[in-house]
């Protein structure tokens, strides 16, 4: 589940940390000029002003050096679903944004990112995701490829406010196939790790939040482990 995205990013923080030196040395080889003036020069022409190194001819100060080249992602966000079709296809694309998030963080190398999920998931699922993606980097693994869900069955309900009143579906369980085929883990030694199985079942449930009009994953579960029926796919 990432990019290799870290690479590109280190490099433009070191451009940025290069551009803001580069800025510095240049405004301070501009006040010279005026110290060079030949002491003959008359008394009535003043010597020039020195350029202010902070006026726009000093280099650029980069918008944003802080930036670490990761996406921006955005939550998915809707009106309250209509229908179970609407209810599911939003539910469906926030799983899918968590995995695209997720293999972004794993991608880059860097643990803090892993705090980008919460784009896509809270509470204990959340905690769950971060703390996945920061024990992987944590054990210096390098991750490449990408997992993937394919959605095989849904379920729509109401969820309760407060006050036991009903949201309408506002809540959808669905099983999806996770697919890590295209995963590839190596350790630090160079040896392949062993990602497990390719393909295999998972429960999800996901929620929309009223008064924000966002969904968000919320918890994870495997099916029993009552046969390959019931986890492969």
Known sequence: MIR???LTATAGAALSAALLLTGCTDGGQESPTSETTPASASESSPAP??????SSSAAPIPENPLDNGFPDFEPVTS???ATDKEATARA???VE???EVSGEALRSGDPENAGELSVAATGGMLEREMELVEGVLGKGVTYEGESTVELIESEVAPSARQDGTLIERATVHLVVCEDNSQVKITG???EAKNT???RFRVNYRVSWNE???TWAVVSTSLPKLDGPEETEC
């Open 97 to 99: 944004l968590m995995y």
């Open 92 to 94: 469906f694309e926030t």
């Open 188 to 190: 630090k030694d160079g």
């Open 4 to 6: 290799q995205k870290k």
């Open 211 to 213: 008064r924000a009009e």
């Open 79 to 81: 009106e309250q679903p």
């Open 196 to 198: 497990g199985d390719d």
């Open 49 to 54: 002003i020195p350029e202010n190194p902070l």
